[in-house]
């Protein structure tokens, strides 16, 4: 038994070594992990704060982005309301010009039907005076003719030479 003893005293003498070292290395050791907490902790806080900055930053950008998006989308609208009634003025504008053309077409092809009669009228009556008056010219010419004749004849001339 003597041994078991001392194995027993051994054990018991390292365990008052132990506890006569422990509470310095103990109380650094307590130290160290208040410390490491503290520090843990202090991280924390500042990660906190950084991601609770970040939050409140991304909230306002967010924000931002959304007015930003409600102009956007409202000029949008306002511009295709604009281009839209711009459309349907140029196409009633293009229908209104396209019937006054169709209505200028129809007044050039009147107007050129009834010059055209006109016309016809005119020269079938310029017509109609020339046969009354041929035979008179033609007796008138042959008179003249004849005359011119006599008179080339009275100077010695030969007519048939002209």
């Not at 005293?9 to 132990?18: L, Q, T």
């Not at 209505?103 to 046969?131: P, S």
């Amino acid at each position: 038994m003597p041994p078991k003893t001392k194995g027993r005293g051994r054990k018991a003498e390292a365990r008052k070594k132990k506890k006569n070292s422990s509470p310095g290395v103990e109380a650094e050791a307590k130290h160290r992990l208040v410390l490491l907490e503290k520090e843990l902790l202090q991280d924390r806080l500042e990660m906190s704060r950084q991601r609770q900055a970040l939050k409140e930053e991304l909230g306002t950008r967010s924000k931002q982005l959304e007015e930003e998006v409600r102009s956007l989308k409202e000029q949008l609208e306002t511009c295709q309301r604009e281009a839209k009634t711009v459309k349907e003025e140029s196409e009633r504008a293009l229908r209104k010009q396209d019937g006054t053309l169709a209505q200028l077409h129809a007044h050039v092809a009147d107007m050129e039907a009834k010059y055209e009669e006109i016309l016809h009228d005119n020269l079938d009556c310029l017509l109609a005076k020339l046969r009354v008056v041929k035979p008179h010219w033609d007796a008138a010419v042959l008179r003249l003719h004849t005359r011119l004749k006599e008179q080339l004849r009275q100077f010695g001339l030969n007519p048939l030479d002209f």
